[in-house]
């Protein structure tokens, strides 16, 4: 996280990012070969969902899916943008969820599938319960 752009030392390193994800995973817990292709099926397509198609004043209209990508590497592109969205770097502060999601759904929109976006859309619009948990923690559930 630096403002400006990245050098081509970092973008190679920036390449690397799954390999970083699976080894940290694997320190965690055990990985099926399934899981780990879809991380990294995640990360490489996470700006190439489809082709888009263009309206007559050029603006994308709708995106013609990919049909190699799995559903979870549907769900980790999203889950992946909004944690990003929300998250504070070191060149600005994090974007509140209504922000995050009005980019996701605006701007950004053609780099999701709109199903999944849309359940994702209506899952984050519910409101957060806080309860104690049978340990007297504090959860949050949906």
Request: with cysteine; proline share 5%; charged share 30%.
């Amino acid at each position: 996280d630096k403002p400006g752009k990245l050098s081509q030392a970092e973008l190679k390193l920036l390449k690397k990012s799954p390999v970083h994800t699976v080894k940290q995973l694997l320190r965690a817990r055990r990985l099926n070969a399934q899981l780990v292709q879809r991380i990294i099926t995640a990360w490489e397509h996470k700006t190439d969902f489809g082709t888009p198609v263009k309206d007559l004043k050029g603006n994308v209209s709708f995106i013609v899916p990919r049909a190699d990508l799995s559903v979870y590497s549907k769900i980790i592109a999203i889950v992946d943008c909004y944690d990003a969205l929300t998250s504070r770097r070191p060149y600005r502060d994090a974007f509140s969820a209504e922000i995050a999601l009005t980019l996701m759904w605006g701007e950004m929109k053609h780099k999701f599938d709109p199903e999944y976006l849309k359940i994702f859309m209506n899952v984050m619009k519910l409101p957060a319960v806080r309860v104690l948990s049978e340990k007297g923690e504090k959860v949050v559930i949906f």
